[in-house]
């Protein structure tokens, strides 16, 4: 097997695999602040249409990028201001959101079906991507998949080096000791929660202007819950996520191939293989249940509502 | 105390003069003052409900008072934040550990620090000043591997990196074996004699006696008396709290009934079905008819766990691990195991001994229905359902509106009463009850006593999982101590002294040995 040809299978799996770990990467941050926000799908495909359109608009695909991760950040603050403010149940207000945003992104993008906007072009990083084999892998990509392995690296960083990361743990841990201690609990959750939210508009962007450069209603086809489910199968380490996404990514790849060499399998089996191998995979992962429930948010999900 | 000061002699450290704060249907501090000089151990005494905890949250700026000064080194001042407490030198260990159980010891006491020149090099200064007051700790370790005694001391290690001025410590002997607390003491009073104060609060009277040198007693909100307890008794101090004269209770603690066991565990071993749960390890012990059995121990070493195993909320690994009037029940749940004659009141009132949003015949009813004929060809039984009721609060002088009263609008006093007598007006002729007079009042503790001395007199085999040693020696027959997940052997409480029972709860199996040799 040729070089160029290895090296070709490796950026598609890249290519494929971003997405998830951007979404994942947002959804990490919000859940170890004890918030679980099950609307990434739906923050996505607002952030992929917001990305689109204003692409479109604007003829700038940067600006794109951010304003898809505002939208995520606008609809996200829906969520936080139901959940964290008025109390409402994370669980359905997350479910809410998700069809919510499916509805209203089908809604905006409802003009742009068919039309093309501008791209997000790889970046090339002179010189060094012209190594054979190496250079096309990790210096000829766009600019959010560099960004991807920078976040994951800093959120590491962050969660267990620094003092604020420290905090965002404690409060996902115990937010009554945490309020106890005089932490604002509901300002550090509504900051983590944005965060997510940006990173699952950013995830969508990436949808719409890089990997299938089309808006679509069913763009993101499900990614928002393999992103949910990465986390949790990781067991809320960032280092697995990456695995994980790369795997998943994988796997994408690796059924695409296979429809292509034209392998007698019922087609929608093979579609449904990185989602079943992925969890499976990361079930057998995760089987150690101490260490789970050591990393999982012990507030995940649950009121806080302090009395002052 | 060898030195007996007079605390208005001390210059005040610390002074609240008229502080109110009202919670919705409840004025928790009615104008209050308290006085605390400095390096002086000062008690806080007062039943559940008084007000303490309130009064402690508003001098750490966890709460806003609604009226009220305070006047720090004679200084008046505001505090909106325990960020601004401890800046003024105000350190707290809380009654709840503010503690995250899944960081390490150190990562812990860096969240309490919020200056980062505080956190620099901490392991090494944790190490130092755990050693100099004899607080053993391992900064590195995670703290759900840890002892409730090693978690406290977290707590203070943490106040006193920071040289506090005034230690507060809600309730931090009902967490401790005997010995912890004479450890604690020696460090206290070394802080005290340093200069810093400690306001102590606490409802055991000897410790208070032993310890402090000057008492605030607050009862339903209001400070009812400033004095010094090395001069009253434990009995003039406790009617002074509950402003009642109080009844002396003792059960006679029968001889060991020869009588075929109705109870039987054996060799129980059950996985804990809590995030940091301790799993039960070859639990063994039988019940006879008419017999008390007391489970002491320090709490979260396996007493929810083994509720829950007897219950049949964890099934058992066989079905002869448990057996009941010589019956394998170990694979039941808990409803077939009511319908043998069981009765269960788990140590959680709202939420899991009672459903706090339904009526009180309706809770009744959810537990009675079997044993009490509560429903009919699988409908509930109105009529009968609200007479049950009815006549559990009558029996057991429950405050309350009636039966359709919601379980949640009733106080921890008052539901506990309701939930006893729902268990035992069914005659039970087993009954497994955990933590059953916490948060209750002395006159509805002595009835609760009562009810259950009656309930053995008639017959039922009754295991007691108490955290109260005073409870245990008063009711039971035999003691057993449950540490780690482990049960020592049964012993008989009239030969069980304090220390053994001490060194059971820390783990001791020395302890146990000693036992077994004159036994």
């Not at chain 1, 201001?81 to 209203?104: C, K, M, P």
């Not at chain 2, 978690?151 to 006193?160: A, G």
């Not at chain 2, 044993?371 to 699988?378: C, E, K, N, T, Y």
């Not at chain 2, 009656?454 to 295991?463: F, H, K």
Request: proline share 5%; with cysteine; net charge neutral.
């Amino acid at each position: 097997m040729n070089l160029v040809y290895v090296s070709s299978f490796i950026v598609s799996i890249i290519a494929a695999s971003t997405p998830l770990l951007l979404a994942a990467s947002g959804e990490l941050i919000t859940e170890k602040s004890g918030v679980l926000n099950l609307g990434v799908e739906g923050m996505m495909l607002i952030g992929a249409i917001a990305g689109f359109a204003t692409a479109h608009a604007t003829g700038s695909a940067a600006l794109g990028i951010v304003a898809a991760a505002l939208a995520g950040v606008a609809i996200s603050m829906v969520f936080a201001v139901l959940t964290l403010s008025l109390l409402a149940n994370q669980i359905a207000a997350g479910l809410a959101l998700t069809i919510f945003g499916h509805g209203l992104a089908a809604l905006l993008g409802a003009g742009y079906v068919g039309i093309s906007a501008p791209v997000l072009h790889a970046i090339a990083i002179p010189v060094l991507s012209a190594i054979p084999f190496i250079g096309p892998i990790l210096f000829d990509q766009n600019i959010l998949i560099y960004f991807s392995f920078l976040l994951i690296c800093a959120i590491s960083w962050f969660l267990n080096k620094t003092h604020a990361g420290l905090i965002l743990r404690a409060v996902g841990d115990s937010h009554d000791a945490a309020h106890a201690m005089g932490y604002p609990v509901i300002r550090i959750r509504y900051a983590a929660t944005a965060f997510g939210g940006a990173l699952a508009g950013i995830a969508g962007a990436y949808l719409s202007l890089f990997y299938s450069p089309l808006w679509s209603q069913d763009l993101s086809a499900g990614r928002g819950w393999i992103a949910l489910a990465l986390v949790v199968f990781s067991a809320w380490r960032p280092f697995y996520l990456l695995a994980g996404a790369y795997l998943f990514g994988g796997v994408t790849y690796l059924a695409l191939y296979l429809q292509g060499v034209g392998v007698s399998i019922p087609s929608p089996l093979i579609s449904a293989l990185p989602y079943a191998g992925t969890i499976a995979v990361l079930v057998l992962i995760s089987r150690d249940a101490r260490r789970v429930r050591l990393n999982q948010p012990a507030c995940l999900a649950k009121y806080f509502h302090a009395v002052a | 105390m060898d030195t007996e000061l007079d605390p208005s002699a001390r210059p005040p450290l610390l002074v609240l003069r008229g502080i109110v704060k009202q919670f919705p249907g409840c004025l928790a501090n009615d104008h209050v003052d308290l006085q605390i000089g400095e390096g002086e151990i000062h008690a806080l005494l007062g039943e559940n409900g008084a007000g303490k905890s309130t009064l402690v949250k508003i001098i750490y700026g966890v709460m806003k008072p609604d009226a009220g000064s305070f006047t720090w080194r004679g200084e008046t001042r505001t505090v909106a934040s325990p960020a601004q407490a401890r800046a003024l030198g105000i350190g707290m260990v809380f009654q709840h550990f503010s503690l995250f159980e899944a960081l390490t010891v150190s990562e812990n006491i860096a969240l309490g620090l919020n200056d980062p020149k505080d956190r620099e090099n901490l392991p090494a200064r944790i190490v130092d000043i755990s050693t100099r007051y004899g607080l053993p700790l391992d900064p590195t370790r995670a703290v759900h591997d840890l002892s409730v005694g090693e978690r406290q001391r977290i707590e203070i290690v943490r106040c006193l990196l920071q040289n506090p001025k005034l230690l507060i410590m809600d309730e931090p002997t009902s967490v401790l074996t005997p010995q912890e607390v004479h450890k604690l003491f020696a460090t206290l009073r070394r802080l005290a004699s340093e200069g810093c104060s400690i306001l102590y609060i606490s409802h055991k009277l000897e410790e208070i006696r032993a310890l402090c040198e000057a008492a605030t007693i607050m009862r339903l909100g209001k400070v009812v008396a400033h004095c010094i307890p090395a001069e009253k008794t434990a009995r003039e101090l406790a009617e002074l709290m509950i402003s009642a004269k109080l009844k002396e209770q003792s059960f006679s603690h029968k001889t060991i009934s020869t009588a075929a066991p109705r109870l039987v565990l054996d060799r129980l071993t059950v996985r804990s079905n809590q995030q940091f749960g301790t799993d039960l390890k070859d639990i063994s012990f039988a019940v006879a008819p008419g017999e008390i059995l007391g489970i002491a121990g320090i709490a979260g070493n396996g007493q929810s766990e083994l509720m829950d195993a007897l219950s049949g909320e964890i099934p058992a690994g066989t079905p002869r691990n448990i057996m009941l009037d010589g019956a394998p029940i170990g694979h039941e749940g808990p409803r077939a195991r009511r319908r043998r004659g069981c009765c269960f009141l788990p140590e959680e009132r709202n939420g899991h001994g009672a459903v706090g949003p339904m009526t009180l015949a309706e809770n009744g009813f959810l537990s009675a229905h079997v044993r009490g004929a509560l429903d009919r060809l699988g409908l509930i039984n109105r009529k009968r359902t609200q007479e049950f009721a009815a006549q559990v609060i009558k029996t057991f002088d429950v405050r309350t509106t009636g039966p359709r009263a919601e379980a949640r609008s009733l106080s921890g006093g008052n539901l506990q009463k309701f939930l006893v007598g729902r268990e035992v007006l069914q005659q039970p002729g087993v009954l497994m009850i955990s933590q059953p007079t916490w948060g209750v009042d002395a006159g509805a503790a002595a009835a609760i006593y009562e009810a259950l001395a009656q309930l053995a007199a008639a017959g039922t085999a009754i295991v007691l999982i108490s955290q109260d040693l005073d409870e245990i020696l008063l009711l039971c027959d035999r003691i057993a101590v449950i540490a780690a997940g482990k049960l020592s052997p049964p012993i008989p409480v009239r030969e069980a002294t304090i220390e053994t029972i001490g060194l059971l709860m820390g783990g001791d199996h020395t302890a146990e040995e000693k036992h077994a040799v004159p036994a």
